[in-house]
């Protein structure tokens, strides 16, 4: 609303506001005090906060990752009516033979009932996400920083469409392993004196492009050798998830790179391990 009413919107690092305060005592005349000195001296610790237009386009991206989610729970379900039958198909059972077929089965009034309104519901489904798809290919188009962000094998729109828009400003993160503690992609940790204890991974941040970055960084890793020889030196060693989180952890911090310093793959590939250091101080020209 107050965008709408062209109000500029400040919000504040409220543990950072904390940190500068000098004097013990809080009421809210002095928290007011501090705050406008804060202002007055340029040291607001202020907070991205995301445009409307940013957050309705995020609303794009969940819908259709939605959408997907409950066309999956849909085809589980038929190829679960299948198995039921004898038909092991897979993914030819999505084809034109293997739908004539699933539908050819005699069932029960109910089971029979059931796998019509599931193949109606499929059949809904398809032309929304499609229509999704094409509008976040459109989105796209109109976004250099993500078509910049696509050049890097395994890394497609919908990916690239949310890490342009869930990070916003690639200046407010300093390194790489901000952007992965931001996207919860770094382990807990509880240490004290000479003990250690790391756990899982925190988790925090935008869980839909932590989904997409996994996914993304499979992808990637069946498409760059050296990215491949990477992942199943991690599965060997921790695991396959593990091996997996490590890897969409590593393409964040790529793609970070790419998007701060707006470079394409052939760029990043040719500068990123080099850029600033003699030879390459100034990165590409």
Known sequence: MLAELNFELWIGDAAEIHRKRERKQKTDRQDAQH????????????????????????QLLWHRHRMVQA???????????????GLR??????????????????????ASRRRQDLLALLDRLNPTIAELSQAIEQEVHNCPAAQRLMTHPGVGALTALAF????????RFQCGKQIASYLGLVRLEDSSGNRRRLGHITKQGNSLLRFLLVEAAQVTVRSLPEWRSK?????????????????????????????RKGWDYEQVKKFGSHAGQPGNRHGVK
């Open 231 to 259: 992942y199943f030196h991690l599965a060997m060693r921790r695991g396959r998830k593990i091996a997996k989180v490590a890897m969409a952890r590593k393409l964040a911090v790529r793609l970070y790179w790419m998007m």
């Open 89 to 110: 198909s897979k993914k030819r059972l999505w084809r034109e033979q293997g739908r004539e077929q699933l539908e050819s089965f005699r069932l029960a009034p109910w």
């Open 71 to 85: 066309r999956t729970r849909i085809m589980n379900q038929l190829q679960a009516v299948a198995l039921n039958e």
């Open 164 to 171: 342009v828009l869930i990070i916003g400003q690639a200046e």
């Open 35 to 58: 705050i406008l000195r804060l202002l007055l001296k340029d040291d607001f610790p202020q907070i991205w906060v995301p445009s409307w237009e940013n957050r309705d386009l995020r």
